[in-house]
């Protein structure tokens, strides 16, 4: 007697057989995510204030490191992104994890002024920039596909827990070693996915050589640029990075300057972790049931209404806050990469995201630098506060605007 399967039976044993094929490749692309490139923006705000104690810099050029970073990891990204799709990720990883860990002891031990701080930070971003959450997309949506959100919700989820946990740990070693130690610390967990790439079953330099991807789905780098879809997610994650990253490194300082102690604010601002980490699964699930859009944008309104929550009720705010700018920011990494995937397809994703997720960085670059000289100006962070819920919303209209994809022509 042959057995009926139903399509929503047929689609959990394809998920179920996805996952037991790509779970290496989800371990490894999620703690990489975690502890590569981005996350050099959640501990930058444990280090403002050693820095400036011992160095006298203002918090709008320390921030300048987060812009010099962004700059150069765009200017490494395009070629990346078809370094990606040419020789597959493996290659990449085994390249660029080495050099963002001697980026972070340089940083550590050579720097003794302002250009050398920054200097140092822009050859994170530009030598770096396959630690960043291109290469590790990239690596699970060649292994997923029905699963596709719930996989990137968990990558994403790397990033959320590095968000959670290291603000308290880089506290503590500052308080007990100086803010050297802190990067020390840090290349030695950069350095974990570079072992972890040997068993992640990714595909090999000969089979993605292979492989014609002219004959793959999707759009080319010519037609994507003609299409409304592409700046429009240009544009939306450029402004959700400005707006959602702009108060993540000035939430130490901020509590800090109220008079709370750095260890605590350093616990405080780890509630944006806690907001991701709770949020990405379950938003990235949501996406393989539900419009991804529909999903996202009331997340990105209730992040825009926790800035003006911070800006009228003060630091006793900041709690609330962080979890909804952390949830946001959930959303926003889950669904840069799964719009992407989704309107682009295969055929030339790692080029095409690289470019949307590079303006993404310019845009978190952009938003906690200015958030900085603002405060030095004006002694508050009033003005990025009301820009930052500002652009959310803008961004949330704009996304709203995008024509439906059709998964099946792209996936």
């Known amino acids: 007697m042959t057995q009926t399967v139903t399509p929503d039976e047929g689609t959990v044993a394809s998920s179920r057989s996805e996952f037991r094929r790509g779970w290496p490749t989800l ?11 981005s996350a050099l923006g959640y501990i930058l705000g444990t280090l403002v204030v050693p820095l400036q104690e011992e160095f006298g810099w203002g918090r709008g050029e320390i921030n300048l490191a987060s812009l010099v970073s962004s700059l150069g990891l765009a200017a490494a990204l395009p070629f990346v992104g078809r370094f990606l799709d040419r020789f597959g990720v493996k290659r990449v990883a085994l390249v660029s994890i080495p ?31 396959g630690t960043s959450a291109v290469t590790y997309s ?15 919700g968990i990558v994403a989820g790397g990033l959320g827990t590095a968000g959670l946990l290291l603000p308290p740990l880089m506290g503590i070693v500052i308080a007990g070693s100086g803010w050297r130690a802190a990067y020390l610390t840090m290349a030695v967990l950069a350095a974990l996915p570079f072992v972890l790439v040997f068993f992640a079953r990714l595909s090999t330099p000969a089979a993605v050589a292979a492989v014609d991807r002219s004959t793959l789905p999707g759009l080319t780098i010519r037609t994507a640029v003609r299409r409304r879809e592409f700046w429009s997610l240009c544009v939306v994650f450029f402004l959700l990075g400005w707006a959602l990253l702009t108060m993540v490194p000035h939430f130490v300082p901020l509590l800090i300057d ?115 000289f603002a405060f030095d100006a004006n002694g508050s962070y009033t003005v990025p506060l009301i820009l930052a819920a500002s652009m959310m919303a803008v961004a949330a209209v704009v996304l709203l605007t995008l024509p439906r994809f059709q998964r099946s022509a792209v996936s």
């Open 27 to 37: 371990v490894f692309s999620t703690i990489g995510a975690g502890v590569g490139l």
């Open 99 to 129: 050099l963002f860990v001697i980026m972070l002891i340089l940083v550590s031990t050579l720097t003794s002024s302002l250009a050398t701080f920054l200097a140092f930070y822009a050859l994170a971003g530009l030598l770096g920039a």
């Open 138 to 152: 990239k690596a699970v949506i060649d292994k997923f596909d029905k699963s596709r959100g719930i996989a990137l």
């Open 258 to 372: 109220s008079g709370v102690d750095p260890v605590q604010a350093a616990f405080l601002s780890s509630l944006v972790g806690v907001g991701t980490v709770i949020a990405r699964p379950v938003i990235g699930w949501l996406f393989d049931r539900f419009y991804a859009t529909y999903v996202a944008v009331p997340l990105f309104i209730a992040a825009a209404l926790g800035c003006l929550l911070l800006l009228w009720a003060g630091p006793a705010a900041a709690p609330l806050t962080a979890l909804l700018i952390g949830i946001g920011f959930g959303a926003e990494i889950d669904l840069m990469s799964y719009l992407s995937s989704r309107y682009f397809g295969p055929r030339a994703f790692g080029a095409l995201y690289s470019i949307v997720y590079s303006l993404f960085m310019i845009g978190s670059a952009f938003g906690p630098v200015m958030a900085g």
